[in-house]
């Protein structure tokens, strides 16, 4: 049977008391931010979604074009297969087949692609965002910052102060 050592409770319960008395004497200012809203509505993020909208779009309008080609063979391979001999037939059947190995791996390359990419220039805006919250924490004495929380009044909530400040730095 596992015991807590009698000591190690008494340390457990006077360090609790104190918490609980500290607490009391003290206001302790605590603040929260919507990480959500950040990377929705801060102009480093927005930035950050362009950036990536220019950089894949060629690509991806180049997928989309790719599948509407497939789509059509297919298509016409449909309504025209059952007039075709066997081997024209299978020859179809085999080169649809590569058509579409080949765009399955091109669109599973674009999206891994657009993945790590996309984790990248989040990282940048997670970085910037952590260096905003630092700097409303210390210059408006916040004693804790939460980024996630199941329920927050809407008082703790210095997501916009945060963005503000987000915003600020990206226009200098």
């Given amino acids: 049977m596992n015991s807590i050592h009698p000591k ?21 200012k605590l603040g929260f931010v919507n990480t959500e809203r950040i990377f929705r509505e801060a102009a480093t993020a ?4 362009a950036k990536l909208e220019q950089e894949f779009s060629r690509r ?3 997928l989309v ?42 669109r599973r390359e674009f999206q891994e692609d657009l993945n790590a990419r996309k984790n990248e220039e989040q990282q940048i805006v997670v970085e910037r965002a952590n260096r ?3 700097q409303v924490a210390e210059s408006e004495k916040y004693d804790v910052i939460f980024q996630e929380a199941v329920y927050i009044h809407p008082k703790h909530d210095i997501t916009d102060k945060v963005i503000r400040a987000l915003n600020a730095s990206v226009a200098k």
């Avoid at 190690?8 to 302790?28: G, H, R, W």
């Avoid at 927005?46 to 979604?49: F, I, L, R, S, T």
């Fill in 132 to 134: 905003a919250v630092k």
């Fill in 46 to 49: 927005k930035q950050a979604q």
């Fill in 8 to 28: 190690i409770a008494l340390a457990c319960c006077v360090a609790a008391s104190l918490l609980s008395f500290n607490v009391q004497a003290q206001e302790i």
């Fill in 60 to 62: 991806e309008k180049e």
């Fill in 65 to 106: 074009d790719n599948g509407n080609s497939l789509k059509l063979a297919s298509e016409r391979f449909e309504r025209e297969a059952p007039t075709l001999a066997e081997s024209q037939r299978t020859a179809r059947q085999k080169q649809l087949l590569d058509q579409d190995r080949e765009f399955q791996r091109k």
